[in-house]
């Protein structure tokens, strides 16, 4: 699977910055470690747009980690194609919340108030 990723491709993560990195090895650790962490893995693309070289697509990824959580991710992912192979993405997956407060809460939460 790593060898779908450019050997210098670039992982940017504008909701946490601190997460982007460089670099195919680190796309294979990633992906060792939730492989190992949630051995049925599903991922279901839910949708797919692609324009030249840009690639957007919506993601819903699920199963149960080792320690019998539910592991559920949705998102969007947005990939630059270069020489056969993904050379860049701006990575929007994030755990989906299933519960948590109302949009009147977050909206204030997000504001500060």
Sequence with gaps: MARCFAADFVNETPIHPARSFRGRDQVRKNWAQIFAAVPNLEADMVSCVSQGDSVWTEWEMRGTRLDGARHLMRGVSIFEVAD???????????????????????VKSALGR
């Design 84 to 106: 056969d192979a993904f050379a860049a993405v701006r990575f929007y997956l994030e755990p989906v919340e299933l519960t948590g407060v109302g949009i009147d809460a977050a």
